[in-house]
């Protein structure tokens, strides 16, 4: 593979081939060394779940999940069990054996179960009923999930968890791991965080007592391996001792990162977090010039004329619009500069509204543009922060929302 980002899929030879216009890059090493940049700031006793949920944020699930198992991660997180199933086979595929756990994040329905005993998937349970559906399957590893505050899933302390624990040893089901949600990782030193902590510790002393002694004990996001007061108010260490105290070993969860990006910490300066500048962005989003023109001043661009050449310039049509992903927040106006691309490693600003297969870019100050040039949408130049702060949200939105075409 050409190039310093060893292990990369995709490009432009791949696209012309079968006629695409648009396509992904995915850099291998650039993931497997972000998954390394997470373990290292998680420390030596956390254990890491490399969340591939979401077709691994937008990245491509069977690839992304072979590449971080190669690269050590022992858990795969996944939203679904047809994931789930995905996944189990790709690893097969690539000669990675069944050492591997896939945790199903999002809840499962009686029809899945068969899937899950199949593949050998671990499903997260909160529901009595849950436990009703794998009641055939004795022996069945479970991770519990605990409802501290975050108000989605989980079991509720006190009578609620009580019940659950009830039918889980009614049922035989062992429960690998106990796990819990917190909802403000990314704000340095939350209360909310500490408070969730607190009930989650309750949690874990009730699961000793009830006599269930699980594998994992784990919590927390790539936010908070990042925070840099994580560990005064709970975080990795607090996590570790938690886990211990219950026999088991402590992990955190962790997506956003794998891929390259990890929300700011409120509260604290930019440059203060454990991890964020280890990252690389793992995914280059391109396109290639379909046409490029001449406008003359007063002509517009695009629809309800939004933009007028304020002088004579020289634009590129790109064959890519909002049906791909390319957020129609990203449209310039004269009124208000929009988004931009690298094109020939030079930005050129997005005028007119971004439509759903097409966009119309600045290219008057770039010499030498002509039809089929590779335009970078999203990689070095131009990021998913970039474009998420223009649209009003978050990174996560940005990469998911890149469309298989």
Not at 3 to 17: H, S
Not at 109 to 133: F, H, I, S, Y
Not at 198 to 212: D, H, I, S, T
Not at 351 to 362: A, E, H, I, P
Request: proline share 3%; aromatic share 6%.
């Amino acid at each position: 593979m050409r190039g310093t980002d060893a292990g990369k899929w995709g490009g432009r030879g791949f696209a012309g081939a079968v006629g695409l216009k648009v396509w992904v890059e995915v850099s291998e090493e650039r993931l497997a060394g972000n998954l390394r940049a997470v373990r290292e700031a998680a420390g030596a006793e956390t254990e890491v779940l490399a969340v591939v949920k979401a077709n691994a944020y937008g990245h491509g699930l069977e690839r992304c999940s072979a590449v971080l198992a190669r690269a050590g991660a022992r858990w795969l997180g996944v939203t679904c069990v047809h994931e789930g199933a995905r996944v189990r086979v790709a690893l097969a595929a690539a000669g990675i054996g069944d050492g591997i756990g896939i945790l199903v994040m999002c809840g499962f329905l009686p029809e899945d179960v068969g899937a899950l005993v199949e593949q050998g998937l671990t499903p997260v349970v909160w529901t009595r009923e849950q436990v009703g559906w794998l009641g055939e399957h004795a022996g069945m590893r479970v991770h519990m999930e605990v409802d501290t505050g975050m108000g989605r899933q989980g079991v509720r302390p006190g009578a609620e968890l009580e019940e659950l624990f009830d039918a889980l040893k009614g049922a035989g089901l062992v429960v690998d791991g106990v796990f819990t949600h917190l909802c403000e990782s990314e704000v340095a030193g939350s209360e909310l965080t500490r408070e969730q902590e607190r009930r989650f510790e309750g949690v874990v002393a009730q699961v000793w007592k009830r006599g269930l002694r699980p594998a994992w004990v784990h919590a927390g996001n790539s936010s908070f391996v990042d925070n840099p007061v994580g560990d005064s108010v709970g975080g990795s260490r607090w996590l570790v001792a938690l886990a211990k105290s219950a026999g088991a070993r402590a992990m955190v969860r962790s997506g956003l990162a794998l891929y390259g990006y990890c929300l700011q910490i409120e509260g604290e300066k930019p440059a203060a977090g454990k991890v964020r500048d280890a990252l690389r962005p793992v995914m280059t989003w391109k396109t290639r010039v379909l046409a490029v023109r001449e406008l003359a001043q007063g002509e517009t661009v695009g629809y309800g004329a939004t933009f007028e050449a304020p002088g004579a310039m020289r634009v590129a049509l790109l064959p890519v619009g909002y049906a791909d992903g390319l957020r129609r927040e990203l449209s310039g106006s004269n009124a208000r500069p929009g988004g931009w691309v690298m094109v020939h490693g030079r930005k050129a600003p997005i005028v007119g509204r971004v439509s759903m297969n097409l966009t119309v870019v600045d290219v008057t100050g770039i010499g030498g543009v002509s039809a089929g040039d590779e335009v970078v949408l999203l990689g070095d130049g131009v990021t998913a922060e970039d474009h998420a702060r223009l649209a009003g949200t978050i990174p996560y939105e940005i990469l998911c929302g890149v469309r298989e075409r």
